[in-house]
């Protein structure tokens, strides 16, 4: 059923993914295995906020982000808040996000997971630019820069290296 789901996330056949996402979702319910029912809601989330449906994205995370707590998982409960994070993000709740970005960013540097790390640097510069805050977006840009490099991410280093160049010019031009 996961696999029918993700065949379907694949060629963008969104209304038969979350219906195998949820039929999925409800035998692994009837069989107890939280581990995966928190990963088949992330995936529900990521889902709809391709959708447009924020609200029941958020419900899809903190659901998963609750059985990752329950099974002990900090990184778990780490990447959904970092999904909550940017969800809020999108309603333009950027206090609220950055708080959820922190949160799964002492995680993150505590497992040393630097690609996780990196992602939450350039979320959380990303909320800066949107406050138009481009110092401090910076600074956040150039501490991901090397771990997306270090990592071997060379699409998200060449998008950071974008957006530091931009950052640049327009703080130059302050």
């Keep these: ?41 992330n995936n529900i989330g990521l889902l709809l906020v391709q959708t447009g449906d924020l609200e029941t994205a958020m419900v899809c995370f903190e659901s998963s982000c609750n059985l990752y707590d ?9 990447d959904q808040q970092g999904n909550m994070g940017s969800v809020l993000r999108n309603q ?3 206090d609220e996000a ?3 970005y ?6 993150f540097e505590a497992s040393g997971d630097r690609l996780s790390i990196a992602n939450q ?3 959380i510069g990303y909320i800066h630019v949107m406050r138009g805050e481009s110092d401090i977006a910076l600074e956040w840009y150039k501490m991901a ?7 071997h991410e060379t699409a998200r280093a060449a998008g950071t290296r974008r957006n530091i160049e931009i950052l640049v010019n327009h703080v130059s031009k302050k």
Excluded: H
């Design 1 to 41: 059923m996961n696999r029918k789901a993700n065949q379907c996330l694949s060629a963008n056949r969104l209304d038969e993914a979350l219906a195998a996402y949820k039929s999925c979702l409800e035998i692994l319910e009837s069989l107890g295995d939280m581990r995966t029912q928190a990963m088949i809601l």
């Design 70 to 78: 329950q099974l002990g998982d900090e990184v778990g409960r780490a």
């Design 92 to 94: 333009g709740r950027y």
């Design 98 to 100: 950055l708080d959820l």
């Design 102 to 107: 922190a949160k799964a960013l002492t995680v």
């Design 121 to 123: 640097y350039t979320n």
């Design 145 to 151: 820069l090397p771990l997306f490099e270090a990592e």
